[in-house]
């Protein structure tokens, strides 16, 4: 018998993006592609008989009615809430935050806009638990990271790649929007996006904080605001919150 030959890869993008990047019942991000029409029924990789689950759920659907299958396929949890959902670990002792080529050695807040925090990090016994905020041109977030939980609205995305440990965001194909990678000593971040009309890079050989830039970084110790600070310190933007009667982000005085 000749070995199944693995899945093509934009069949395999095709099928993750039309469930939203995360399994069709739960939205688990860790998935595996089920072949509703199954192999040994017919050797085929065609999207149309194929369904991204998570591991459970393959087990699950694999021995139930394949009409439960297509249903899921029809109606994926993440298109339903247009949100993707994660949560990165680790089992190292990560320490520090390297975004692009600049190290951020004990500083809790790296990066600031009008006082909410872009980029920032704790340790918490020895796991580390990053935390960022990329705003649309709204304000309101598009992809947010808390303690390393992980949201983003899906209608942005062309692709978003999760393991446990490592998570790419790419709005087209061919450039990273987002990446975090903690499989190393430390978080290594990468990414190329736009705020407020400003231009982050963050890259091996290029940083770019949004018009402040800098060569192979290093800051360190807590300076107890952020490291590198945008807006100004009179204003601060005050995100949306359910106390509001409209809840919308604003630019308040302080
Ligand atoms: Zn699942």
Known sequence: ?????????????????????????????????????????????????????????????????????????????????????????????????????????????????????????????????????????QFFPELEIRRNHVAAMIDGFWDIEFKSNFIKFRKRKGSVFLSLDFRREDVEIRGRFIIDGKNFVFSPNRCDFGGARFENLTLQGNVGQAAIRHGRSDIRLLRENYAMANPVPKFVRV
């Not at 993008?13 to 399994?23: T, Y």
């Not at 002792?93 to 190290?103: C, D, K, S, V």
């Open 1 to 137: 018998m000749t070995p199944r030959p693995s899945i093509p890869s934009n069949i395999a993008h095709n099928l993750r993006a039309e469930v939203g990047f995360g399994c069709a019942v739960c939205g688990n991000p860790i998935v595996e592609y089920h072949h509703i029409i199954p192999w040994e029924e017919r050797h085929h990789y065609e999207a149309d008989h194929m369904v991204v689950l998570c591991r459970n759920h393959h087990a699950e659907l694999g021995k139930q009615n394949r009409k439960l299958a297509y249903k899921a396929k029809q109606n994926p949890i993440n298109i339903r809430q247009k949100r993707f959902k994660g949560y990165l670990v680790t089992n190292k002792e990560n320490q520090n935050l390297i975004l692009g080529n600049a190290r951020f050695v004990g500083v809790t807040t790296a990066v600031s806009y009008f006082g909410i925090p872009l980029f920032g990090h704790s340790v918490v016994g020895s796991e580390i638990q990053v935390n960022c905020f990329i705003p649309d041109d």
